[in-house]
């Protein structure tokens, strides 16, 4: 393509065949010898501090008397297929067209399982790549009572968890939630979801626009399953993702306390969920 002897300088040849001057007379350099040492160093760090980006693996590398600076630091990363984990956006886009309701739980004070059900959806890092993790959960107790693992953001999944729910823990006019609460996600304002609650008799309620604390108990629930679990295993695969996470929500609903049911796991606090709730007063 770039004839050097051609009588058109270099720069008329690269402006015609519309490419960057500078990739004409750029020459690649190869890879210090001491790149591999300092990738495997990288990728050591980011193991044990997952969360770091690009400044601080920097800081902690000049700590360790490693003279880099963080673009090299970040180049190297992106070789590696390795980024800082944090939330992703856009696992709460709305939908075009799609009806949102307004919500119902600000002020509303929840005292019992089964008055409340929320749902939400979080992404879950792994050594390469990430996946979305859907739970429904009851509000009182914080007990999860579906969920599901996905590599898509498809409302069917979302589907899929809601219906299991209701299959386990709901019965019309008994057992199911007198509220469901989900953002403003486009799976959750969805026809099929919709219809769903609508027709288990169930008040839908949906979070303000960048209203967070709306939903804020499932809010923690990811936290807490992020921290406690998935940033400590770095499943390197779906299947270990659901396998880790499976074995961490029996522990959390059947053994680990929260404080607000008075310091009892979810199963206890449900421990009556398979009688019928009485009607508010």
């Known amino acids: 393509m770039i004839d050097r002897s051609h009588e058109?300088?270099?720069?008329?040849?690269?402006?015609?065949?519309?490419?960057?001057?500078g990739g004409v007379c750029y020459l690649a350099r190869p890879a210090p010898d001491a790149d591999p040492v300092l990738m495997r160093r990288i990728d050591a760090l980011?193991?044990?501090?997952?969360?770091?980006?690009?400044?601080?693996?920097?800081?902690?590398?000049?700590?360790?008397?490693?003279?880099?600076?963080?673009?090299?630091?970040?180049?190297?990363?992106?070789?590696?297929?390795?980024?800082?984990?944090?939330?992703?956006?856009?696992?709460?886009?709305?939908?075009?067209g799609h009806k949102v309701c307004p919500c119902l739980l600000r002020n509303l004070a929840v005292t019992r399982p089964n008055q409340v059900w929320a749902s939400d959806i979080t992404d879950v890092p792994m050594a390469r790549g990430f996946v979305y993790?859907?739970?429904?959960?009851?509000?009182?107790?914080?007990?999860?009572?579906?969920?599901?693992?996905?590599?898509?953001?498809?409302?069917?999944?979302?589907?899929?968890?809601?219906?299991e729910a209701l299959a386990r823990y709901g019965k019309p006019g008994i057992f199911n939630p007198e509220i469901f609460n989900t953002d403003q996600?486009?799976?959750?304002?969805?026809?099929?979801?919709?219809?769903?609650?609508?027709?288990?008799?169930?008040?839908?309620?949906?979070?303000?626009?960048?209203?967070w604390r709306d939903n804020v108990f499932v809010g923690r629930l990811w936290r807490?399953?992020?921290?406690?679990?998935?940033?400590?295993?770095?499943?390197?695969?779906?299947?270990?993702?659901?396998?880790?996470?499976?074995r961490y929500l029996s522990f959390c609903n059947g053994k680990r306390p929260h404080s607000p049911p008075g310091d009892k796991t979810p199963d206890q606090a449900c421990i009556n969920l398979a009688t019928p709730i009485p009607a508010a007063a």
């Open 185 to 211: 996600a486009s799976q959750f304002t969805s026809a099929d979801f919709i219809r769903i609650l609508k027709d288990a008799g169930i008040a839908i309620s949906m979070d303000g626009r960048g209203a």
């Open 8 to 21: 058109l300088p270099l720069t008329g040849q690269a402006k015609a065949l519309g490419i960057s001057r």
């Open 133 to 163: 993790l859907v739970a429904s959960v009851d509000w009182f107790s914080r007990r999860v009572l579906a969920w599901r693992l996905s590599i898509t953001l498809s409302a069917d999944v979302c589907v899929e968890a809601l219906e």
């Open 46 to 96: 980011h193991r044990e501090q997952p969360f770091a980006g690009s400044r601080m693996l920097r800081d902690l590398l000049q700590a360790e008397g490693r003279e880099v600076g963080r673009r090299h630091v970040a180049t190297r990363m992106k070789k590696m297929g390795v980024a800082a984990i944090c939330r992703r956006p856009n696992t709460s886009k709305p939908g075009p």
């Open 224 to 246: 807490t399953i992020k921290y406690e679990e998935v940033h400590l295993r770095a499943c390197v695969g779906v299947t270990q993702a659901r396998a880790s996470i499976g």
